[in-house]
Each structure stands twice: as C-alpha cells, then as structure tokens.
C-alpha cells in the first residue's frame, strides 16, 4: 500500500492535486473534500515522506506527510500554496515537527484571514488509524498543522503546549475557521 492509498482509505478518493515547481523536493499537496466534517477540506502532502527526520532525543528516524484542514469557503489554491511552502521551509530547516510545537507568528496563512501562525498537533479529528503508516521505512506519521492566531502562538511560547491544549478543550473553538477570534 502507498501512502497515498493510506490516506484514501481513511479520507476517501483524492479530489485534486497541486505540485511544488521544485525539483530538488518534489512534492505536492492534495485536496479531501467534506473530511473530516461535511463541508470541510483536508490537504495532506505528498513526497515529503521521501525525508527522514530525527526523532528529538533519540537515534530513530521517522518521516512525515502534513495534515491541513478548513472549511470549503477558504480558496484551495492558496491553502495548497501554503502548503508547499511550508513545507519548503520545514525541509530547509531539516526539522523534526513534534506536537506542541508552534512556528510563527508571520504573515497570515493565506491572504484575507487572521490566522499567521501554527500549532502541530496529533491528528485528533481524523481516526486514529490515520495517523501513523507504518509500511515504510522509517514510519511515516501525519501531523496536524492547525491555524492559530498571533497572541495563541505566544500565549504556547510563553505557557507551554499543554497549558494551550487545556484552553483549546475549555473553549472549543472552530479551529476549521482560518478568521476565528483567539482564545486569548
């Protein structure tokens, strides 16, 4: 089974695919429509599984694909290019995403929204099944890049992962919305 049949079985049939104009990483984004909710579109990479990553703290090795998930109304393209470049931009830095972890704040994700940060996260809204691949070598797991807001990544920075988590379970906020207003 190939990866992305892996993620076919637990998200249904590829939609539509978008490919970085790089051939030193070829890799691509591709789009699931109404997952992991009616009315929802999840992208995941593609080929970012061809780079091993370090496990912080230990001599193993694991690789990745990215998880993104927003409602329909958010253009697709952009989110796809976003996607891309994040993952350029993780590839350059050769650096392991844990979960916890916060990169930003920036620019917005996407032009027009408020969301200029991430937060990597287990993929808690997919089935569990999803989110580890373990038919290659290393193991492939599937992150989840949630949009945050400016004062949530510093309020992570400052607080610490699970501080924020505990916010996110109290507050229950649509993390789908790329222009939801912050927790904090």
Same mark, same amino acid.
């Given at each position: 089974?190939?990866?992305?049949?892996?993620?076919?079985?637990?998200?249904?049939?590829?939609?539509?695919?978008?490919?970085?104009?790089?051939?030193?990483?070829?890799?691509?984004?591709?789009?699931?429509?109404?997952?992991?909710?009616?009315?929802?579109?999840?992208?995941?990479?593609?080929?970012?599984?061809?780079?091993?990553?370090?496990?912080?703290?230990?001599?193993?090795?694991?690789? *990745? /694909?990215?998880?993104?998930?927003?409602? &329909?109304?958010?253009?697709?393209? $952009?989110? +796809?290019?976003? %996607?891309?470049?994040?993952?350029?931009?993780?590839?350059?830095?050769?650096?392991?995403?844990?979960?916890?972890?916060?990169?930003?704040?920036?620019?917005?994700?996407?032009?027009?929204?408020?969301?200029?940060?991430?937060?990597?996260?287990?993929?808690?809204?997919?089935?569990?099944?999803?989110?580890?691949?373990?038919?290659?070598?290393?193991?492939?797991?599937?992150?989840?890049?949630?949009?945050? *807001? /400016?004062?949530?990544?510093?309020?992570? &920075?400052?607080?610490?992962?699970? $501080?924020? +988590?505990?916010? %996110?379970?109290?507050?229950?906020?649509?993390?789908?919305?790329?222009?939801?207003?912050?927790?904090?």
């Amino acid at each position: 089974m190939s990866i992305a049949d892996h993620l076919e079985t637990y998200l249904g049939t590829i939609d539509w695919g978008w490919r970085l104009n790089d051939r030193t990483h070829p890799i691509q984004a591709v789009r699931f429509n109404n997952q992991p909710f009616e009315g929802a579109i999840t992208y995941s990479t593609l080929g970012m599984s061809d780079f091993a990553f370090a496990l912080p703290g230990t001599s193993k090795q694991v690789s *990745m /694909e990215l998880l993104f998930t927003a409602w &329909k109304n958010f253009p697709s393209d $952009e989110i +796809a290019s976003f %996607l891309l470049s994040f993952c350029e931009f993780i590839l350059s830095k050769g650096c392991f995403l844990s979960p916890g972890d916060v990169i930003g704040p920036s620019q917005p994700i996407i032009d027009n929204v408020a969301a200029n940060a991430v937060f990597i996260s287990h993929p808690m809204i997919f089935c569990d099944e999803l989110a580890i691949f373990k038919e290659t070598s290393p193991w492939t797991i599937f992150p989840w890049v949630i949009p945050i *807001m /400016e004062q949530e990544a510093y309020f992570v &920075k400052s607080n610490g992962w699970s $501080e924020f +988590a505990d916010l %996110l379970e109290y507050n229950n906020p649509d993390l789908l919305d790329l222009n939801r207003p912050s927790i904090i």
